[in-house]
């Protein structure tokens, strides 16, 4: 594992209640919105597969109401949130870039800010293994990074925290080079404690 990913690990583990309780001061959050974008092209019982799921909640939870899901956090702490919060989903501690799933055994993949933490070098061979583990029209909806961020904030909600993206038309050209046709393409600003932040929103298609 990188230092990248170690430090990741190590600040979610530290900083999981702190961010439950952070993240739920964000008024204008967009992902429900952008989550119904998705669960509207679901039938129940869709296999979906969470990455970078947290304390499992809103959107795991949601996901869970009407599909088969299966969570994928690096941290444990934020594990051991997440099965509390959401006894129907199953959960996998694991590095995004690096758990391995059979080809074509999900109908959906998710990444709420999560893709963010991975290196960006490493980000577009994600999406190929995405793409690869979806079934043919599945779909994969994410909020990535747009800041063109790449390294250590020293301390975010109190630790230290690996924040890592690519401009929107670089987000683009990886997805598109992995297979995916963008059916939601959006750029928004949300208002995070500390002030403004903005992600790239896509939901795409194998």
Request: proline share 5%; aromatic share 10%.
């Amino acid at each position: 594992m990188s230092d990248a990913r170690r430090i990741v690990e190590s600040g979610y583990d530290s900083s999981a209640e702190r961010y439950l309780e952070w993240s739920a001061r964000i008024a204008d959050d967009p992902r429900l919105r952008f989550l119904a974008e998705l669960t509207d092209r679901l039938d129940d019982g869709a296999d979906v597969l969470d990455l970078g799921c947290g304390a499992g909640v809103p959107c795991t939870a949601l996901l869970a109401e009407r599909h088969d899901v299966v969570g994928v956090d690096l941290s444990a702490a934020q594990l051991d949130l997440a099965r509390r919060n959401v006894p129907g989903a199953r959960f996998q501690k694991g590095d995004m870039a690096e758990v391995s799933f059979p080809d074509e055994c999900f109908d959906a993949v998710t990444a709420f800010y999560s893709v963010l933490h991975v290196p960006r070098e490493d980000q577009g061979d994600l999406f190929t293994s995405i793409a690869d583990w979806l079934r043919p029209g599945g779909w994969f909806l994410a909020a990535l990074g747009c800041s063109g961020a790449n390294g250590v904030e020293d301390d975010w909600l109190g630790t230290p925290m690996f924040f890592s993206s690519h401009a929107p038309d670089v987000n683009r050209r990886l997805l598109a080079a992995a297979g995916f046709t963008l059916v939601v393409d959006e750029l928004v600003t949300m208002h995070e404690p500390e002030g403004p932040a903005t992600f790239h929103w896509v939901l795409a298609r194998r």
